[in-house]
């Protein structure tokens, strides 16, 4: 195995999703050479969307929100405001080829591949968790 030789002013960071690259923001504002090192084609980790049929989708459920402070702040601090869009979304569940809204209580109510009991825990877990 090749060793990886840095000096105290050099960082690599393993992984180029919103996270790495935050912190190699970070790192290079206070003067490091940082090297990312991303094992897909593309920068932007689980933020990233894929196209199916006319819409796009995030991967694994994560998408941040116009509340994101954090985001918010580097979003501003890079100087990319402008190029951000916000759109109305829904969210939906895929089943045995059907798909379910998924963006109110009447959905969670009218979503059948769960039981009434599972529908209580999710509901429950939902508001104790905000």
Do not use: Q
Not at 5 to 10: G, I, L, P, Q, R
Not at 68 to 81: G, Q, T
Not at 111 to 118: A, E, H, L, N, V
């Amino acid at each position: 195995m090749d060793e990886v030789k840095t000096s105290d002013n050099e960082i690599v960071i393993v992984g180029g999703g919103i996270t790495g690259l935050s912190a190699a923001y970070m790192a290079a504002m206070d003067g490091k050479r940082v090297i990312v090192i991303e094992a897909t084609d593309t920068f932007g980790g689980l933020l990233n969307t894929f196209k199916i049929g006319n819409s796009r989708l995030e991967h694994f459920y994560h998408h941040f929100f116009t509340h994101d402070v954090e985001l918010n702040w580097l979003i501003r601090e890079l100087n990319i405001d402008h190029k951000l869009t916000y759109s109305k979304t829904s969210m939906g569940v895929l089943k045995n080829g059907r798909i379910y809204n998924f963006n109110t209580i009447s959905d969670l109510i009218r979503f059948k591949p769960i039981s009434f009991t599972d529908k209580i825990r999710f509901g429950l877990t939902s508001v104790l968790t905000n």
